[in-house]
T-cell receptor, first 115, second 112 residues
Framework: EPEVTQTPSHQVTQMGQEVILRCVPI?????FYWYRQILGQKVEFLVS????????KSEIFDDQFSVERPDGSNFTLKIRSTKLEDSAMYFC?????????????FGQGTRLTVV | DAKTTQPPSMDCAEGRAANLPCNHS???????VYWYRQIHSQGPQYIIH???NNETNEMASLIITEDRKSSTLILPHATLRDTAVYYC?????????????FGQGTELSVKP
């Protein structure tokens, strides 16, 4: 069964460093998303991406964050100058081109720890 | 903020049906009801979605009231592996580009 894959599964970084979280969405999907979940809290929407541009972003997704689809298979989230409060699970998701209402498929997440 | 209300927790005996309620009284005409679940800290897993008709798939059934203000997710024969947090989400892909707003969900504990 096709699945969304995320790498690495766990990333530890020093405060102030830049990190790139990588995702390979399901191959025929056209809509891509990043969510995050701080330990013990809700899953929060960060950004959606379609047709090589951001279609929607939340208040969390400020200038510190950026997304890119550098080739036909990868979808990345870059966090510049990480802060302690960026420590969270980051989930990538993708949706198929099946009309106006469809489900999202999530990866298993990258646990980011900022020290 | 999430537009749904769910009980924070529920218990269910293994092998019995688990009925998880959700209130979404402010749902608009083009919004679907989605159910996802999250086991431990894994990525959320899609279960089912519907607009106004009842829906069934290999995982669950979704019953939506006629006025669409509430719904119930039914896991017909719960197993220990169904222990998870279940999220009821209303969303319009057309208006929101597939964005999902997660609430606190219902923590379902399936007990032997």
């Amino acid at each position: 069964e096709p699945e969304v894959t995320q790498t690495p599964s766990h990333q530890v970084t020093q405060m102030g460093q830049e990190v790139i979280l990588r995702c390979v969405p399901i191959s025929n999907h056209l809509y891509f998303y990043w969510y995050r979940q701080i330990l013990g809290q809700k899953v929060e929407f960060l950004v959606s991406f379609y047709n090589n541009e951001i279609s929607e972003k939340s208040e969390i997704f400020d200038d510190q964050f950026s997304v890119e689809r550098p080739d036909g298979s990868n979808f990345t989230l870059k966090i510049r100058s990480t802060k302690l409060e960026d420590s969270a699970m980051y989930f990538c998701a993708s949706s198929p081109p099946q009309g106006l209402n469809t489900e999202a498929f999530f990866g298993q997440g990258t646990r980011l720890t900022v020290v | 903020d999430a537009k749904t209300t769910q009980p924070p927790s529920m218990d269910c005996a293994e092998g019995r049906a688990a009925n998880l309620p959700c209130n979404h009284s402010t749902i608009s005409g083009n919004e679907y009801v989605y159910w996802y679940r999250q086991i431990h800290s894994q990525g959320p897993q899609y279960i089912i979605h519907g607009l106004k008709n009842n829906e069934t798939n290999e995982m669950a059934s979704l019953i939506i009231t006629e006025d669409r203000k509430s719904s119930t997710l039914i896991l017909p024969h719960a197993t220990l592996r169904d222990t998870a947090v279940y999220y009821c989400i209303v969303s319009s892909f057309y208006n929101q580009g597939g964005k999902l707003i997660f609430g606190q969900g219902t923590e379902l504990s399936v007990k032997p």
